[in-house]
């Protein structure tokens, strides 16, 4: 068992530390390189699925991806490149969002999105 920021890698997967998130998360191994469902180019669903939420910082999401990588890599399986590449074009994408939705809300003198536990 290896921890990273609050993940914890296990034999069986992913795990999140008591404390993090909530609720809490545990990625079996065999859904570690699930693609999101609908997109026209495939993505890795769960580096975008645990970026999509609102209290996960871009630093956040990018730790989750190392711990992904070195999950995935110990469960015997392969990255696809092509795909981890799109993944991470992706992950850009939904921080540049909340950095948008961060900044309307400060414009209006709303809480920033980090604050708020769900999705953005």
Known sequence: MEKE???IITNDGID???GMLAPSYFIENDRLLDTRP???LP???WPIHIAEKAFISEED???FVRVFKEAVLR???TIDEQ???KTMEQLDHVFAQKKKWDKERA???DTPSFLFRGRV
């Open 75 to 77: 469960a015997g399986l």
């Open 107 to 109: 414009e209006k003198g």
């Open 43 to 45: 993505v890795y669903d």
């Open 83 to 85: 795909v981890l590449s």
């Open 61 to 63: 999401a990018h730790v």
């Open 38 to 40: 609908g997109s026209t």
């Open 5 to 7: 920021n609050s993940w």
């Open 16 to 18: 999140a530390s008591k």
